[in-house]
T-cell receptor, first 114, second 112 residues
Framework: GESVGLHLPTLSVQEGDNSIINCAYS??????FIWYKQESGKGPQFIIDIRSNMDKRQGQRVTVLLNKTVKHLSLQIAATQPGDSAVYFC?????????????FGKGTKLSVIP | ETGVTQTPRHLVMGMTNKKSLKCEQH?????MYWYKQSAKKPLELMFVYSLEERVENNSVPSRFSPECPNSSHLFLHLHTLQPEDSALYLC???????????FGDGTRLSIL
């Protein structure tokens, strides 16, 4: 089956800088995407989602960009803080079949340097 | 995040034991999920329930048996597990399909 993957397994960022976490997906039919944050000892926490009829969505300090042409998803975190240190996962869904099924990537570990 | 609560947080059991994991969601959602999270592997969907009906079963061994008595509670009954079943088991809920899933903090399961 098709899967979601991540370009970088680890990312170190200076506190106050912006972070960009990338995700490549292979199912061109996927039409819903989610970013999760998972801190040590906790479950994944929903950050932001985007549907395929959009190419950009903003939240509080976060922006998700979707490029359907190259099947690429990114999460931008503005003014990165130590509390942003965690593993970040992207996930995709195809509403056409198995609508409850989210396919997750392996994750990128973000480390914020104080 | 107190919307989805899982108990116990940690569980150690032998291969011949029978135990159950419990999940409760306080979000008024219609769908509930069990996932397995192993080291260095993506989250694996095990079971999905929508309005107490099982809607997905991703070829999970029969030693894992889910139960959804109502839309707020989900159980995972375990019996005759194998060492490779040691993992973090996560429960999630969502309002409906194609909606964000909200996760509990998981049960860390260790099989001796």
């Amino acid at each position: 089956g098709e899967s979601v993957g991540l370009h970088l397994p680890t990312l170190s960022v200076q506190e106050g800088d912006n972070s960009i976490i990338n995700c490549a997906y292979s199912n061109s039919a996927s039409d819903y995407f989610i970013w999760y944050k998972q801190e040590s000892g906790k479950g994944p926490q929903f950050i932001i989602d985007i549907r395929s009829n959009m190419d950009k969505r903003q939240g509080q300090r976060v922006t998700v960009l979707l490029n359907k042409t190259v099947k690429h998803l990114s999460l931008q975190i503005a003014a990165t803080q130590p509390g942003d240190s965690a593993v970040y996962f992207c996930a995709e869904n195809y509403s056409g079949a198995g609508s409850y099924q989210l396919t997750f990537g392996k994750g990128t570990k973000l480390s914020v340097i104080p | 995040e107190t919307g989805v609560t899982q108990t116990p947080r940690h569980l150690v059991m032998g291969m011949t034991n029978k135990k159950s994991l419990k999940c409760e969601q306080h979000l008024g959602h219609n769908a509930m999920y069990w996932y397995k999270q192993s080291a260095k592997k993506p989250l694996e969907l095990m079971f999905v329930y929508s309005l107490e009906e099982r809607v997905e079963n991703n070829s999970v061994p029969s030693r894992f048996s889910p139960e959804c008595p109502n839309s707020s509670h989900l159980f995972l009954h375990l019996h005759t597990l194998q060492p490779e079943d040691s993992a973090l088991y996560l429960c999630a809920s969502s309002q409906d399909e194609i909606q964000p899933q909200h996760f509990g903090d998981g049960t860390r399961l260790s099989i001796l």
